[in-house]
């Protein structure tokens, strides 16, 4: 027997198992399909099965032993050709360092010198004892292969030519970098960094795909990467062309050359290599450098076991692949840290593409490709067949802020068919309760498909600009796909309704209640709980609008049913209707007598079961602005009020960011040391999901601006509050709150700053609005007109500040009764106008 290169072993070593592994008649059949196919392989495996048969090697045995006194013999006579060629000259080429031998060729680092001209390149030569007409065949196919392709992510082809001995050479691009397993092992900590150098593997191979051309060899060898993070494929010595009519090679090549640990199952049977054998090999690349393992538990050293495993057996998950190697006591921190970012969406990306079957693997590279980039941005994968609930998952951990808007009724339906539901029916409906949760999860089941219809693509194509625009669209496409079920309908109306309330937005509210209240006209008595919700919520929205008339009828309506239903004293709906009573206490203006009320429902309300609702929420914020001025003894209540809000919507819903926002924003002269980094949290968020021009953003905008006003940097909160009012002036309607307020807060830093007129001009703006909107005898109204009768002041312009003055303290004479804190308040700005002005008449 002469002597075998390597290389050649690694290809005939999986046939000669499995051909001892045959019974007589199936061997020949086997031995005839390669004859066909690869008649110079074939001869090379007769050798070897004479061989065994000589040496008395068992059948089934690992065949290894056998050729290893071949072996042995070429690789040290390569081995001393290879070193002695260093230094020598190829062509225009001086070699200066061997980087790597195989049985095919050897790989030098080479020099080419000439005037104004400098380059390092890899030359790949013949080795001489082994330049048979089908190696250099071979060798000159992965030349053309190379000189066709042109990509970022694929080394490339630059020159080539013959030596002295007869054999040839060619030059490509020397990649300084070690192989991609090793490069992550000392640089790649995380799986989201290994999964972005995978898929500029995917985008080489992706493009030799697109070019006619398998790889057949993938393996981290020959992947390199550079210390800057470049990445290489390198090594097309076995890629073989495709028929571009059927996307198989254009010849069978029996299992022919591979590598036994990334071979796909078809390289093994003797089947078709087509793109999906590069998928495969890509797939067991993947799982090697996220799991730190191979796919099968299987030895791939004998040859046999692994071929079985490979055909026969189903790869390990991901996560097993890491146990086991987290299990290790020599396992690096960070390998065992990787197991946790492993996830199912990843595991079955790779499960995909080790599929057995090539037509149940990805279609192309194309579609791999888009997968894992779907985990990277955390959008749903293709490779997962999930139900709804998955797609709404991934939705909503994308774009947290700017999704969870629209996706609040799902939470809150989710929280409705757990804790709350279960508080409704505390009273004489326990037989319904089971009735009751079906129907809840029937309705968010709905409310997924629905909002998901869009799909992530529109998401990108319409995305929303605020937390109350995607609640907008999210409310539009639920009621459309509930429209034809009365009580889904019903139970969606009310969460969506509450979510408008929560994010200040009650004349939104109020007008999807009343449209749902009234398609429910004709509808059966049945559905007297959802009616009852939808009554409690409608009287909230009104009277957070100051909309006296309506909320005390639709509060009668609510107190009706909820007599009728026998509910107890502690049920969340008793305490919903107290807390109408208190807003309208406030509307009214009498503080005071809603501090009152909202101090005894703290007490009675404050008890397992209720301390933790929505409800219970709410009325911890009421009680604190009932008191016109925030203690440090409220703090606590403001930030236990936020924190029920984010348990149940989450910490990044818009509700609870804006729950946040308020506390930093009323407790400004207590505020937490963190404040800023809560801030610069939400600034974030809210600029990633919906840019520098939402409205969300200028509410951060006004917070920084209070809190510099706050700190005595008036410069510096004008310049917030401007912005934050430029922001509102494009992106909301004329004489909505927001941008009032927006020019509320402008005016008085202008006022701080001694720019009286330019005060006066945004003043004005804001009392005509809130004349529209609060009715001319609010108290906001009053406030307003103080603040302007003190610009007249300073402006000399007594007459009009005198004139200013009177309406404001007639106008709380009038509303409020002579006696109100507020009229002591302004007659003392005003005797500290008219002494102001006498100082400077004299």
Same mark, same amino acid.
């Given at each position: 027997?002469?002597?075998?290169?390597?290389?050649?072993?690694?290809?005939?070593?999986?046939?000669?198992?499995?051909?001892?592994?045959?019974?007589?008649?199936?061997?020949?059949?086997?031995?005839?399909?390669?004859?066909?196919?690869?008649?110079?392989?074939?001869?090379?495996?007769?050798?070897?099965?004479?061989?065994?048969?000589?040496?008395?090697?068992?059948?089934?045995?690992?065949?290894?032993?056998?050729?290893?006194?071949?072996?042995?013999?070429?690789?040290?006579?390569?081995?001393?050709?290879?070193?002695?060629?260093?230094?020598?000259?190829?062509?225009?080429?001086?070699?200066?360092?061997?980087?790597?031998?195989?049985?095919?060729?050897?790989?030098?680092?080479?020099?080419?010198?000439?005037?104004?001209?400098?380059?390092?390149?890899?030359?790949?030569?013949?080795?001489?004892?082994?330049?048979?007409?089908?190696?250099?065949?071979?060798?000159?196919?992965?030349?053309?292969?190379?000189?066709?392709?042109?990509?970022?992510?694929?080394?490339?082809?630059?020159?080539?030519?013959?030596?002295?001995?007869?054999?040839?050479?060619?030059?490509?691009?020397?990649?300084?970098?070690?192989?991609?397993?090793?490069?992550?092992?000392?640089?790649?900590?995380?799986?989201?960094?290994?999964?972005?150098?995978?898929?500029?593997?995917?985008?080489?191979?992706?493009?030799?795909?697109?070019?006619?051309?398998?790889?057949?060899?993938?393996?981290?060898?020959?992947?390199?990467?550079?210390?800057?993070?470049?990445?290489?494929?390198?090594?097309?010595?076995?890629?073989?062309?495709?028929?571009?009519?059927?996307?198989?090679?254009?010849?069978?090549?029996?299992?022919?050359?591979?590598?036994?640990?990334?071979?796909?199952?078809?390289?093994?049977?003797?089947?078709?290599?087509?793109?999906?054998?590069?998928?495969?090999?890509?797939?067991?690349?993947?799982?090697?450098?996220?799991?730190?393992?191979?796919?099968?538990?299987?030895?791939?050293?004998?040859?046999?076991?692994?071929?079985?495993?490979?055909?026969?057996?189903?790869?390990?998950?991901?996560?097993?692949?890491?146990?086991?190697?987290?299990?290790?006591?020599?396992?690096?921190?960070?390998?065992?840290?990787?197991?946790?970012?492993?996830?199912?969406?990843?595991?079955?990306?790779?499960?995909?593409?080790?599929?057995?079957?090539?037509?149940?693997?990805?279609?192309?590279?194309?579609?791999?490709?888009?997968?894992?980039?779907?985990?990277?941005?955390?959008?749903?994968?293709?490779?997962?067949?999930?139900?709804?609930?998955?797609?709404?998952?991934?939705?909503?951990?994308?774009?947290?802020?700017?999704?969870?808007?629209?996706?609040?009724?799902?939470?809150?339906?989710?929280?409705?068919?757990?804790?709350?539901?279960?508080?409704?029916?505390?009273?004489?409906?326990?037989?319904?309760?089971?009735?009751?949760?079906?129907?809840?999860?029937?309705?968010?089941?709905?409310?997924?498909?629905?909002?998901?219809?869009?799909?992530?693509?529109?998401?990108?194509?319409?995305?929303?600009?605020?937390?109350?625009?995607?609640?907008?669209?999210?409310?539009?496409?639920?009621?459309?796909?509930?429209?034809?079920?009365?009580?889904?309908?019903?139970?969606?109306?009310?969460?969506?309704?509450?979510?408008?309330?929560?994010?200040?937005?009650?004349?939104?509210?109020?007008?999807?209640?009343?449209?749902?209240?009234?398609?429910?006209?004709?509808?059966?008595?049945?559905?007297?709980?959802?009616?009852?919700?939808?009554?409690?919520?409608?009287?909230?929205?009104?009277?957070?609008?100051?909309?006296?008339?309506?909320?005390?009828?639709?509060?009668?309506?609510?107190?009706?049913?909820?007599?009728?239903?026998?509910?107890?004293?502690?049920?969340?709906?008793?305490?919903?209707?107290?807390?109408?009573?208190?807003?309208?206490?406030?509307?009214?203006?009498?503080?005071?007598?809603?501090?009152?009320?909202?101090?005894?429902?703290?007490?009675?309300?404050?008890?397992?079961?209720?301390?933790?609702?929505?409800?219970?929420?709410?009325?911890?914020?009421?009680?604190?602005?009932?008191?016109?001025?925030?203690?440090?003894?409220?703090?606590?209540?403001?930030?236990?009020?936020?924190?029920?809000?984010?348990?149940?919507?989450?910490?990044?819903?818009?509700?609870?960011?804006?729950?946040?926002?308020?506390?930093?924003?009323?407790?400004?002269?207590?505020?937490?040391?963190?404040?800023?980094?809560?801030?610069?949290?939400?600034?974030?968020?809210?600029?990633?999901?919906?840019?520098?021009?939402?409205?969300?953003?200028?509410?951060?905008?006004?917070?920084?601006?209070?809190?510099?006003?706050?700190?005595?940097?008036?410069?510096?909160?004008?310049?917030?509050?401007?912005?934050?009012?430029?922001?509102?002036?494009?992106?909301?309607?004329?004489?909505?709150?927001?941008?009032?307020?927006?020019?509320?807060?402008?005016?008085?830093?202008?006022?701080?700053?001694?720019?009286?007129?330019?005060?006066?001009?945004?003043?004005?703006?804001?009392?005509?609005?809130?004349?529209?909107?609060?009715?001319?005898?609010?108290?906001?109204?009053?406030?307003?007109?103080?603040?302007?009768?003190?610009?007249?002041?300073?402006?000399?312009?007594? &007459?009009?500040?005198?004139?200013?003055?009177?309406?404001?303290?007639?106008?709380?004479?009038?509303?409020?009764?002579?006696?109100?804190?507020?009229?002591?308040?302004? &007659?003392?700005?005003?005797?500290?106008?008219?002494?102001?002005?006498?100082?400077?008449?004299?």
């Amino acid at each position: 027997m002469h002597p075998m290169d390597p290389e050649r072993w690694q290809q005939l070593r999986p046939l000669l198992d499995r051909a001892l592994d045959l019974s007589g008649a199936e061997r020949e059949t086997m031995l005839a399909a390669l004859h066909a196919s690869d008649p110079h392989m074939h001869a090379d495996l007769l050798r070897l099965i004479s061989g065994a048969a000589r040496s008395g090697l068992a059948d089934g045995q690992n065949a290894t032993q056998l050729a290893s006194s071949w072996l042995q013999p070429s690789i040290n006579a390569e081995t001393t050709l290879d070193t002695e060629r260093i230094g020598q000259r190829i062509g225009p080429y001086r070699l200066t360092r061997l980087l790597g031998a195989g049985g095919m060729g050897a790989v030098y680092l080479a020099e080419r010198s000439e005037t104004g001209f400098d380059q390092q390149v890899a030359l790949k030569v013949v080795r001489g004892a082994f330049a048979t007409t089908a190696i250099r065949e071979r060798f000159e196919h992965e030349r053309q292969i190379l000189a066709g392709l042109s990509h970022p992510n694929i080394a490339a082809l630059f020159d080539g030519g013959q030596i002295p001995d007869g054999g040839a050479y060619y030059t490509m691009e020397y990649v300084d970098g070690s192989a991609i397993t090793e490069f992550c092992d000392a640089h790649a900590d995380t799986v989201a960094a290994r999964v972005h150098l995978l898929l500029r593997v995917a985008a080489a191979l992706a493009y030799a795909h697109q070019n006619l051309i398998v790889h057949r060899d993938i393996k981290p060898s020959n992947v390199l990467v550079t210390s800057g993070r470049d990445v290489k494929l390198v090594d097309f010595g076995i890629a073989k062309l495709l028929d571009a009519s059927t996307g198989s090679v254009m010849t069978r090549a029996g299992i022919g050359p591979m590598t036994p640990e990334y071979a796909a199952p078809e390289q093994f049977r003797n089947e078709a290599i087509t793109v999906a054998t590069d998928i495969y090999q890509f797939g067991a690349l993947c799982f090697r450098l996220l799991s730190g393992c191979l796919p099968y538990r299987a030895d791939p050293d004998n040859s046999l076991e692994w071929a079985r495993a490979v055909t026969e057996q189903e790869p390990l998950r991901l996560t097993q692949a890491r146990a086991l190697r987290a299990a290790d006591v020599h396992a690096t921190l960070q390998a065992r840290a990787r197991k946790h970012q492993l996830t199912r969406d990843l595991d079955a990306i790779v499960r995909k593409a080790l599929a057995k079957a090539p037509d149940q693997r990805y279609r192309s590279m194309d579609g791999m490709t888009a997968d894992l980039q779907a985990f990277l941005d955390g959008h749903p994968v293709s490779a997962r067949h999930a139900g709804p609930l998955y797609f709404a998952w991934k939705f909503i951990t994308r774009r947290r802020y700017a999704v969870a808007a629209s996706l609040l009724a799902v939470a809150a339906l989710l929280v409705i068919g757990t804790a709350a539901l279960h508080q409704r029916y505390l009273a004489g409906r326990e037989t319904d309760r089971a009735t009751r949760e079906v129907e809840v999860h029937t309705v968010t089941r709905a409310m997924l498909t629905d909002l998901l219809r869009a799909g992530p693509a529109s998401a990108t194509a319409n995305r929303p600009t605020s937390a109350l625009q995607a609640l907008d669209q999210g409310t539009e496409r639920t009621l459309h796909a509930l429209q034809g079920n009365p009580q889904h309908r019903a139970i969606a109306s009310s969460v969506l309704a509450e979510s408008y309330l929560d994010l200040g937005h009650a004349q939104r509210a109020q007008s999807l209640l009343q449209n749902t209240l009234t398609t429910l006209a004709d509808e059966p008595d049945s559905l007297h709980l959802e009616r009852l919700q939808l009554e409690l919520l409608l009287a909230r929205a009104a009277a957070e609008q100051g909309d006296v008339d309506i909320a005390r009828r639709e509060l009668a309506a609510a107190g009706t049913m909820i007599d009728t239903l026998l509910l107890p004293s502690d049920a969340p709906e008793r305490l919903a209707a107290q807390l109408v009573q208190a807003v309208m206490l406030m509307h009214k203006g009498t503080a005071s007598e809603a501090r009152e009320l909202t101090n005894q429902l703290l007490r009675d309300y404050d008890v397992p079961g209720l301390r933790d609702t929505l409800e219970f929420a709410q009325l911890l914020r009421l009680n604190v602005y009932a008191q016109r001025f925030v203690e440090p003894d409220d703090v606590p209540k403001l930030e236990r009020s936020w924190r029920i809000i984010a348990a149940h919507y989450g910490v990044e819903s818009p509700a609870a960011l804006a729950a946040q926002r308020l506390l930093l924003g009323d407790s400004l002269t207590h505020r937490a040391a963190d404040a800023d980094a809560v801030l610069e949290h939400q600034e974030s968020v809210v600029r990633d999901s919906f840019g520098d021009l939402s409205p969300d953003y200028a509410d951060i905008l006004d917070l920084r601006c209070a809190d510099a006003a706050h700190a005595g940097q008036h410069e510096h909160a004008e310049a917030y509050c401007r912005h934050a009012l430029a922001i509102r002036e494009k992106a909301t309607e004329p004489d909505s709150v927001d941008l009032t307020n927006a020019r509320d807060n402008e005016g008085a830093e202008l006022m701080r700053l001694g720019r009286p007129a330019e005060a006066l001009a945004q003043f004005e703006l804001v009392l005509d609005a809130r004349k529209k909107t609060l009715g001319p005898t609010h108290v906001n109204v009053f406030v307003v007109q103080i603040e302007i009768a003190q610009i007249h002041c300073q402006l000399n312009a007594i &007459a009009s500040a005198l004139t200013e003055f009177e309406k404001a303290i007639s106008g709380l004479k009038t509303g409020y009764g002579p006696m109100s804190a507020d009229e002591a308040v302004y &007659a003392a700005r005003l005797a500290t106008c008219l002494l102001d002005w006498k100082r400077l008449s004299l």
